[in-house]
Each structure stands twice: as structure tokens, then as C-alpha cells.
């Protein structure tokens, strides 16, 4: 089926495969003709931070690549006389370093150097005293990150070694389930601190508490680089910049498929290029976040001006996320060239969010998207979670994708506007879906706009002929 721009828009040309009931909103929220021309100007802005030509070896402060000694006090060492000198190369190479969490500061770039390893202890009482940081989506003091930084001006991990943060069914990961070691008990209390307005230096979770850190957190930085490192084995979210400023993700390889390990999460931050990278995620492989419900609204810091391009997306809940803690808003988010596939991928593109959260999401462009295998090829659900149990109706528009293909989907499109809340402004344009399980499904007032796009079903399954009769002897 083609649909152009133009032809009536009722449910039975749009979900064709699938028995749905639409609205259809007459209004449109489009920005202006081509908004890619406004990328030169974002990408101006994203520069990498350039540090002096001096390195410090780890193993000079005492660190030994043997992969038992516990080399924690000699990164410190090694960091502290890098910024102290003005800054350099604090360089890992020749073995399997062990230590507890690293803590980096201004004009501090940590090298890892091919072939070497870091391999983070998995005793949480090494992460403690706790630091500022952010649990999906709500500040605490809380577990340091592995890889740590609060109001530092230039900071990179680089190389191409391996960053190995140790968790596993034993150690971080079983914290996720609903037994009594499981984080419930203290995720619930978080949260409702967070609704009650409780001071952030009040919301101590110290020794004993559940809710695993993030891997490599800068917060509230500025002049960030990760690039090249393969990063595996995390407790939580794997990247994490919390208002954060001029961040580059270039080059990495994300494998880590344990529960909540998403890839990239860029929070709260502006000016964010994500490339060249991979992800083989647990989770989401990159999501777009701003804060959680009050603590969202209060700090109302949205993640802005972001570009993802030429990355590779394999296993995850989706391909590119924006949601669901994303109270402060998104906005200005461009995503072109990525290639995305797998059995276990859900979804491509995904936009999340519901009544609690409220936010404004607009102006996200993607084009030159192939998607080989996935869920749903774009999805996007105002009714996730909580739903419409809130007062905060979030608001969804300017959504442009441009020249996505898709080898095999359930739905091509599958999108939940909100009662009251109408999605507005998605155009779908130039794009082929092919192999449908399920055509599309559409619920709620949705502003839809289809030129030259494809929707073919999956081939109908051949009934496998009965078994011949087998002669009587």
C-alpha cells in the first residue's frame, strides 16, 4: 500500500492491516521546509576538548597490570598530579588494571590503551561516601559512579582498550528483581521524596541501599570526550552526561546486556554529538532524558541540540529513545544515517512518555535510517507507564523521518496519542516498511502525514500440508 500526501487520512487507509480506531487532528505544527539546514550551526557549537601533551602512566603512581592489585589509590594519584600539572594523559597500558570508582578532573584525559583493561571491583561499599548524581531521573546522593566527574571543564576517556565494570547475574544485576535484594523498596522511597520536595542533600542512599550506578556519569560538565573505548559488563546505565554541556560520543562499542543497560543517555544536556559508534545493548542503546516527574519539572532543564549519525544498533529495547523520564523536555534532536537490526531489537525509533511526566518533545528529524529487523519500526506512546494517570499531559510534535527503510516489523508505525493531548505534526516521508506482521496501529488524535511511503505485509504462512495416510500392511 502507498500512501501519499494528500489522500484522506482514515483509519482504514492508514491501518489497512491492522482494525484501528483514529483521529486524525486538521491542524499542523511543522517547522520550516528543510530543518536539516539548521545542523551546520548545532555541530559548530560540538567541539572535542584538546588536552596538553603530557602523560602520566598509571603505573608510575603504583598501579600493577597483573589483574589482582587493587589499583584504586594509584588512579587517584596519577589524576590529581595530571591536574595539578595542567593537565594531560592519564595513560592504562600493558594488562588488566583492578580498581574501585575513578574520579576525574579538569584537563584530565584517561587513556586506555589497546589491549588494556579496566576491570571495576563489584564491592558497592567502594562507591560510598555517596556523590550527587541521578537515578533515573531523580537527583540523590547516591553509589559514585565507576567513572565520576561534578562541575569538572574538560575531561575525555579515550583509546581503544576496554572499560569491564564487572557486573553479572552474581554481582550489580540481581539488585533489579523483586526480592528483598532487590532496589524496590528503595526506588519507591526515592521517588516519593522526589514528589514530597526532600532536599537532595537529604536524600542519602548510602551503605546498604539498591539502586546500582551508572557506569560513566559526568554531571553538570562542560567539554566532554568519550571515544573509542569498548565499554561492557555495566551495573546500570552505561553513558551517562547529566547537564552537561559540548559532549562528543565518538567511536565507542557499548556490549552490555544486563537489565537497565542502556547505552547512551544523554540527561538534561545541550550540545551532544553521538558517532560512529555501537550498540548491543540490555536496554535502550540510546536514550534521551531530562528528570523524572517533580524532580524533572524542578530542576526544567530539557536535553537539547542533539546529533546521532552513522551508529549501528543491535540488540535493545530501542534504537533511538527519547523518553521516558523526560519531564524537562527534548528538543532539536537530529539522527541520520544509522543502521539498526535485530532479533532482539523492540523498536527504532521510540518516543516514550505519559500523564506524570508531561515535557514538551519537539523537533526531532530522522532520515536515512535502515532498520533490518525491529518490533516497531517507529514508535511513539504517550500512554507508557503510567499513562494517563497524571496531570501533566506531555506534549508530542514536529516529528519529521525522512527515508527510513525497514526490512521486517511487527508495525511500521505504532503510535498512542493521549485523551486531551493530541500528537501533532509527524511526517513520514520517502519510506519503505516491508515484511509487516501487523501493518500499523493508531489510537487517539494523531496529525499524521504520509508522502511516498510503503507499507507491505508480511507473506501469508503456507499451512504445512497434513501428513500422508501411511499404507496399511
Known amino acids: 500500500m502507498i500512501l501519499r500526501r494528500g489522500r484522506a487520512a482514515s483509519p482504514a487507509l492508514v491501518a489497512c492491516l491492522l482494525s484501528a480506531s483514529v483521529a486524525f487532528a486538521q491542524g499542523t505544527d511543522r517547522l520550516e521546509t528543510d530543518p536539516w539546514t539548521?545542523?551546520?550551526?548545532?555541530?559548530?557549537?560540538?567541539?572535542?576538548?584538546?588536552?596538553?601533551e603530557r602523560d602520566f602512566p598509571v603505573t608510575k603512581f603504583g598501579a600493577k597490570g597483573d589483574g589482582k592489585t587493587i589499583a584504586t589509590a594509584a588512579f587517584r594519584k596519577a589524576i590529581e598530579a595530571c591536574a595539578k600539572a595542567g593537565g594531560g594523559r592519564v595513560v592504562v597500558a600493558?594488562?588488566?588494571?583492578?580498581?574501585?570508582?575513578?574520579?576525574?578532573?579538569?584537563?584530565?584525559?584517561?587513556?586506555?590503551?589497546?589491549?588494556?583493561?579496566?576491570?571495576?571491583l563489584t564491592d558497592p561499599a567502594l562507591y560510598l561516601p555517596p556523590v550527587l548524581t541521578r537515578w533515573e531521573g531523580v537527583e540523590l546522593m547516591g553509589y559514585s559512579p565507576l567513572i565520576y566527574a561534578l562541575g569538572e571543564d574538560s575531561i575525555a576517556i579515550t583509546g581503544e582498550g576496554t572499560l569491564d565494570g564487572g557486573a553479572s547475574p552474581q554481582h550489580w544485576w540481581p539488585w533489579k528483581e523483586k526480592g528483598p535484594e532487590g532496589q524496590h523498596r528503595d526506588r519507591n522511597r526515592l521517588l516519593k521524596m522526589a514528589e514530597d520536595g526532600v532536599p537532595v542533600q537529604d536524600r542519602v542512599f548510602a551503605e546498604g541501599n539498591r539502586l546500582r550506578p551508572s557506569f560513566i556519569?559526568?554531571?553538570?560538565?562542560?567539554?566532554?570526550?568519550?571515544?573509542?573505548?569498548?565499554?561492557?559488563?555495566?551495573?546500570?546505565?552505561?553513558?551517562?552526561?547529566?547537564?552537561?554541556?559540548?559532549?562528543?560520543?565518538?567511536?565507542?562499542?557499548?556490549?552490555?546486556?544486563?537489565?537497565?543497560?542502556d547505552g547512551c543517555d544523554p540527561e538534561s544536556s545541550t550540545g551532544v554529538l553521538i558517532e560512529d559508534s555501537l550498540f548491543d545493548t540490555g536496554d535502550d542503546c540510546i536514550a534521551l532524558k531530562s528528570g523524572r516527574n517533580a524532580d524533572g519539572r524542578r530542576l526544567a532543564t530539557p536535553v537539547?541540540?542533539?546529533?546521532?549519525?552513522?551508529?549501528?544498533?543491535?540488540?535493545?529495547?530501542?534504537?533511538?529513545?527519547?523518553?521516558?523520564?523526560?519531564?524537562?523536555?527534548?528538543?532539536?534532536?537530529?539522527?541520520?544515517?544509522?543502521?539498526?537490526?535485530?532479533?532482539?531489537?523492540?523498536?527504532?525509533?521510540?518516543?516514550?512518555?505519559?500523564?506524570?511526566?508531561?515535557?514538551?518533545?519537539?523537533?526531532?528529524f530522522v532520515r536515512d535510517v535502515t532498520i533490518g529487523q525491529a518490533g516497531n519500526a517507529i514508535d511513539i506512546?504517550?500512554?507508557?507507564?503510567?499513562?494517563?494517570?497524571?496531570?501533566?499531559?506531555?506534549?508530542?510534535?514536529?516529528?519529521?523521518?525522512?527515508?527510513?527503510?525497514?526490512?521486517?516489523?511487527?508495525?511500521?508505525?505504532?503510535?498512542?496519542?493521549?485523551?486531551?493531548?493530541?500528537?501533532?505534526?509527524?511526517?513520514?516521508?520517502?519510506?519503505?516498511?516491508?515484511?509487516?506482521?501487523?501493518?500499523?496501529?493508531?489510537?487517539?488524535?494523531?496529525?499524521?502525514?504520509l508522502e511516498n511511503v510503503t507499507f507491505l505485509p508480511a507473506p501469508a504462512k503456507e499451512k504445512a500440508a497434513p501428513p500422508r495416510a501411511t499404507p496399511a500392511n
Open 217 to 261: 556519569e559526568p554531571y553538570r560538565c562542560k567539554n566532554i570526550l568519550i571515544e573509542g573505548v569498548t565499554i561492557t559488563n555495566a551495573p546500570f546505565w552505561v553513558i551517562h552526561p547529566v547537564l552537561s554541556t559540548n559532549v562528543t560520543v565518538r567511536k565507542v562499542k557499548i556490549v552490555s546486556h544486563g537489565p537497565n543497560n
Open 304 to 364: 537539547e541540540d542533539v546529533v546521532v549519525r552513522r551508529c549501528t544498533m543491535k540488540a535493545g529495547h530501542g534504537g533511538v529513545t527519547i523518553g521516558s523520564e523526560i519531564s524537562g523536555g527534548a528538543r532539536n534532536v537530529f539522527v541520520e544515517s544509522c543502521e539498526m537490526s535485530s532479533p532482539d531489537l523492540e523498536r527504532g525509533l521510540r518516543i516514550k512518555t505519559n500523564a506524570m511526566r508531561g515535557g514538551v518533545i519537539e523537533n526531532v
Open 94 to 120: 600493558g594488562g588488566t588494571f583492578v580498581t574501585g570508582p575513578i574520579h576525574l578532573k579538569s584537563r584530565v584525559e584517561l587513556h586506555v590503551a589497546k589491549g588494556a583493561v579496566i576491570r571495576f
Open 381 to 449: 506512546d504517550m500512554l507508557y507507564e503510567e499513562g494517563a494517570s497524571g496531570s501533566f499531559s506531555p506534549t508530542v510534535r514536529n516529528i519529521r523521518v525522512e527515508r527510513m527503510t525497514a526490512g521486517r516489523a511487527v508495525h511500521a508505525l505504532f503510535l498512542r496519542a493521549l485523551a486531551g493531548s493530541p500528537l501533532r505534526g509527524l511526517l513520514v516521508k520517502d519510506s519503505t516498511f516491508r515484511d509487516l506482521e501487523k501493518g500499523n496501529r493508531i489510537e487517539g488524535t494523531v496529525d499524521i502525514d
Open 38 to 52: 539548521r545542523l551546520p550551526q548545532i555541530l559548530a557549537r560540538v567541539s572535542a576538548p584538546v588536552f596538553p
